[in-house]
Structure formats: C-alpha cells, structure tokens
C-alpha cells in the first residue's frame, strides 16, 4: 500500500513538473509549430493533431492529460503557433482562449479593387480561393463573394485587417465590405442638409474622386466642396481621375488633352454629375468629407506643387492661379 501511495505522489509530482516545462518539440529551430484544430474535433483529436504537428510527447499522454484538465471541451478551432519554450500549461491556456497566431494585411486608401486583390494574393499565409477571372472580370469576383453589386470597385473599406493563418481571401474581402458597408451607413445618417446627393452609392462614388485628387488632407473638405457645388450647379466635375480611370489599361502615365476629349462614362469633362461607380477605395476622412463639405464658394483649384491645392471662386481667380502655379513652372 506504501508503495502504491509513493508511486502515486510521485505520478502527480512528475505531471505537475511536466506541466510546466517547455514541450519538446520536432525539429527544435526558431520557427514555431503550425497547429490547426478543425471545428468539431474531440479531445483525442485534438492530442493527435498537437502530435502531427510536432510535440513529441505521446499523442495517449496528451489526451489523458486534457482529459484530467477539465478544459477539454473548452478548446476552441482555429490555428495556432506552439514557439519554442512553451509549457503545456500555456498551450492548453492559448487554446482554450482561442488565441490564434493572426497575421495581418492592409488596404490602402485610393486603391483600385486590382491593387486590393493583388494585396491579397501576396499576403502571408492568406489562402486565394477566388477565381483567376475576378481580376480582369469585376461580376466574376463579386459573384464569388457573394455580394450585390456587379461592380467591387471602392467596395472594401480601406484598413489593416488580422487573419488566422490560411485563412481565405475570400474572408478578409467580405469583412472589408462589411466594414465599408458600416462606415459609409453611418456617414450617410450623419450627413449635411441639402447636399446635392441621393444616395448613400452616390456619397461613395464622390468620396472615391476626393481621395484621388486629394494631395494633402487639409484641402480634403474644400476639395470636396468645390465638387458639392459644382453638383449644385450642374456643372461638370472636370477632374482628371475619373478620366485616367476611364483609360484603364490605356493610361500610359501621361494624361493628354485628346484624353479629356475622348468621352467615355468616366470622363467628367465630356460627361456632367457623377461617374457611373467608384474609381477607387475611399478612406473615411474622405466618406466624411463628401458628407460634411467645407464651407466654401470655391468651384475650381489647382496644384500648386507641394501637394496642397490653390482654391478659387471665379474663374478669373481660377486662370491667374494657373498662371502662377502651373505655367510659370
């Protein structure tokens, strides 16, 4: 009976010391261990798979070990890094909070939807699950995504966003046209009175050409003014963006005056009000700015080289700033 009792004591006091050494991993290097945990998977599964993926300890020993821990049940799926130097306790501990190892991507403002794709298709550990044809092909990629709209362009909301490993393109799109969906609602309830603006679509499409012509974001809400009341007035928008995206392909760098006679739905210079959609991703500085204008009478502005913009009222106003800022250079 002694005997027994010590073997017990002993049994508990080499658990409880395993508990808390660094496992023993397969191929002892500095990059951790990948491990994924299906959905569904049992205790037992789930101490199969730590083992497939590289500690060395018997997969019986794991199972039994979080069986005796209580917290079976409570392991969450996902995927998950084992680092060197990590005890059984802390493995247990990260995936029972669901701790996953995430890496991240960002989209950036004034994007087109094909540098967004393109983003995805390099990022690390991100798996593309969507067709080839959605980069040539804008009905293609919004039907694999299951979303209303024929056209993604400035569909997806600008921002870095976290992924489980291996985690599908697809996922991460989704979540950004959730969270352009979110933030462009939530300026449109919060918008001016009296914008020449009837929809929600429109305020998107007007962000779109703001983020393209702004230089630098202290001009943003007089840029976009000068377009709120050109809207006002029926005159036509004349900027250049929306004519480079118009080219597509075509665009060679250099904007041309046979450019900005050649119409086509984008071209604001043969074409009045709004493009037909978006021409690029908009930020929420520029969401809120097409919303909420400057307060401001100027209906041109231009360049004056340093990334901030002249702004003008009157035409007369608008030539000399073009004489200044444009020809004398």
Known sequence: MTRLLAAAVLAVVGAAWWLHQPLDLAGAGSAPLDLTIPTGSSARQVAQQMHDAGVRTPSWLLYGWLRLSGQSRQVQAGGYEIPMGMTPLQLLDRLVRGEQALRRVTLVEGWNYRQVLQALKSADQLRWDLPESALQQPADLMRALGLP????????????????????????????????????????DERAPGLPLKSAEEALILASVIEKETGSSADRGLIAAVFINRLRLGMRLQTDPTVIYGLGAGFDGNLRKRDLLTDT????????????????????????????????????????????????????????????YILAR
Do not use: C
């Not at 604001?268 to 037909?276: D, E, I, N, V």
């Not at 959609?277 to 009478?297: C, K, V």
């Open 265 to 324: 739905p984008y071209n604001s210079y043969t074409r009045a009000g709004l493009p037909p959609t978006p021409i690029a991703m908009p930020g929420l500085a520029s969401i809120r700015a097409a919303l909420r204008p400057a307060a401001s009478q100027a209906l041109y502005f231009v360049a004056r080289g340093d990334g901030s913009s002249q702004f003008s009222a009157t035409l007369d106003e608008h030539n000399h700033a073009v004489r200044r």
């Open 149 to 188: 709209r024929s056209h993604p362009e400035g569909r997806f909301f600008p921002d870095t966003y976290r992924y489980p490993k291996h985690d599908k393109a697809s996922a991460v799109l989704r979540q950004a046209a959730a969270a352009m969906q979110r933030q462009l609602k939530q300026a449109w």
